[in-house]
């Protein structure tokens, strides 16, 4: 398994951007397909949903109908690097967003084998 840390959360206005990374600290994303999914806080029974995910080569990327066309998910696995650029960001975008490593490109949380810990994204006015 690959361990992995997000980073670049924060505090942004409705509109702005904001980019996440996910770094391997352990191991190596070579083999993964990598996956960005949130928690809102007030998400029943914490459950966290598909936010973006890319392929083990990056030719394929899928994304969310909530997020599609604002948000891109990208990979340079020379750095063992996930990002995820974030613009136009809403209200409905404030969660902790977690990068998972898999597989396969799914869209089900179950299917992704390691997780990092999650970084806080907070959208206010």
């Known amino acids: 398994q690959v361990k992995l840390d997000e980073s670049g959360g924060g505090l942004v206005q409705p509109g702005a951007s904001l980019r996440l990374s996910c770094a391997a600290s352990?191991?190596?994303?070579?083999?993964?397909?990598l996956g960005w999914f949130r928690q809102a806080p007030t998400a029943p029974g914490k459950e966290r949903k598909f936010?973006?995910?890319?392929?083990?080569?990056?030719?394929?990327?899928r994304y969310a109908a909530s997020v599609k066309g604002r948000f891109t998910i990208s990979r340079d696995d020379a750095k063992n690097t996930l990002y995820m650029q974030m613009k136009t960001m809403k209200f409905a975008d404030a969660a902790v967003y977690y990068c998972?490593?898999?597989?396969?490109?799914?869209?089900?949380?179950?299917?992704?084998?390691?997780w990092g810990q999650g970084t806080q994204v907070t959208v206010s006015s």
């Open positions: 352990e191991g190596s994303f070579s083999g993964y397909a």
């Open positions: 998972a490593a898999g597989p396969m490109v799914y869209e089900d949380p179950l299917a992704f084998d390691s």
């Open positions: 936010v973006a995910a890319i392929s083990r080569n990056g030719d394929e990327t």
